[in-house]
């Protein structure tokens, strides 16, 4: 597992590219706020200063994991009074469905963390036709792993500013 931008030699091409294709595959209301600020920065050729802005806390709220399965886009954490969420975007695997078409794996919701320990993902398709598993199917283990680790990450690094 790692954070998604903690790597060497990430610049402002390569994260140019990674927002194009993401366009390509989710479309541009699937951008975060932060992908719309580095693209308007380059209005101002500005891109290099605020590319340098987004890498601490794109590493911080952006998750992947090893398998290249799962993102999770971390945007904010909610309680309630047995219950933590933490809400984002996933990107799973896409669907393929019985009379072939294909839906798109990016799923929006929560991972609800219960106060005896339980964590439980709630994301859904849009227009809320399919969850998570059906996206799973098969790889339900991996994805108990990498919300796991995504909590802990989460809760490690609480002391920024998100």
Do not use: W
Request: hydrophobic fraction near 30%; aromatic fraction near 14%.
């Amino acid at each position: 597992m790692k954070h998604l931008f903690q790597y060497k030699g990430y610049g402002t091409l390569t994260r140019l590219n990674d927002i194009l294709d993401k366009i390509n595959k989710y479309g541009c209301k699937s951008l975060t706020k932060n992908e719309i600020k580095f693209l308007d920065s380059h209005k101002e050729n500005k891109q290099e200063i605020i590319h340098q802005e987004l890498i601490f806390t794109d590493s911080n709220t952006i998750f992947k994991d090893d398998n290249d399965y799962f993102i999770f886009e971390y945007q904010t954490l909610e309680y309630d009074d047995d219950s933590t969420y933490y809400i984002g975007v996933l990107y799973v695997p896409d669907l393929i469905c019985s009379n072939g078409k294909k839906i798109k794996g990016r799923l929006e919701g929560r991972i609800v963390v219960k106060f005896n320990g339980a964590i439980i993902p709630e994301f859904y398709s849009p227009k809320k036709k399919h969850d998570v598993f059906e996206f799973c199917s098969n790889i339900e283990s991996e994805l108990d792993e990498f919300l796991e680790y995504v909590v802990n990450e989460i809760k490690n690094n609480m002391n920024f500013n998100i």
